[in-house]
């Protein structure tokens, strides 16, 4: 389970879900059926990825899915780890490189680092080449570390903004005054992308900064 479902159940998630409504956004199993056209699977095949544009659906023994929301699960991956994948690896790629427009050598401050996407976002930056600075309890430091952050700063102890130098880049799954404040640790020309809440404009003007809010769309590339 991502933090999308835990969204949906408590009715925050922003979309209008006909109701009754199964949940379940990310899935992984076995094809038992393609409908008319679909070409790239077939019955049998091992998959994961998402049911449809509502997240919805996959608690349960049988799901419908788009064809072009799903793809093959690659064989090292068991299926409840591939079930843990879709939404939050499409999620952290997006936030890093659609929105974020990271580049090697570049310095990325992540908020909720230990958190699902966190994690895997701290993973793709460190591997893309860039610095990473992390924030999180402190209980979670060591495993933040382990994820490649090159620093872990405990946000309950020490003040993010004035604990290192400005960055190019802010991953925002908090949200609240850790997204409001953040706009002062990012270089003039930087970015801030969040999956919780739309960035202050006014904020974002005054400094310097490209602002993103977005709800992920989880599909093969065109």
């Not at 780890?81 to 974020?100: C, H, K, N, Q, W």
């Not at 701290?122 to 979670?140: F, M, N, S």
């Not at 919780?196 to 003007?205: F, I, K, Q, T």
Request: charged share 20%; proline share 4%; with cysteine.
């Amino acid at each position: 389970m991502g933090p999308w479902d835990a969204l949906a159940r408590e009715g925050k998630i922003g979309l209008a879900l006909p109701l009754p409504v199964t949940l379940g956004a990310d899935l992984s199993g076995v094809v038992v059926e393609v409908g008319e056209g679909v070409e790239d699977l077939t019955s049998g095949d091992a998959i994961l990825g998402v049911t449809n544009n509502h997240f919805v659906g996959a608690y349960a023994e049988f799901a419908v899915a788009d064809a072009y929301r799903v793809t093959l699960k690659p064989a090292g991956l068991g299926f409840v780890e591939a079930g843990g994948i879709p939404v939050v690896a499409a999620t952290a790629r997006s936030m890093l490189f659609d929105y974020g427009g990271l580049q090697s050598g570049q310095r990325v401050l992540v908020h909720g680092s230990a958190g699902s996407v966190g994690n895997l976002v701290v993973q793709l930056a460190h591997h893309a080449g860039a610095e990473v600075i992390a924030t999180c309890r402190a209980r979670d430091v060591a495993f933040v570390t382990k994820m490649g952050a090159d620093k872990v700063i405990d946000f309950e102890a020490t003040d993010f903004v004035l604990a290192d130098e400005p960055v190019n880049l802010v991953i925002d799954t908090v949200g609240g005054e850790t997204q409001r404040r953040s706009f002062d640790a990012i270089v003039p020309g930087g970015r801030l992308v969040s999956v919780v809440s739309a960035p202050d404009e006014a904020l974002a003007a005054e400094a310097q900064v490209q602002a993103h809010y977005f709800i992920v769309d989880v599909r093969h590339p065109a």
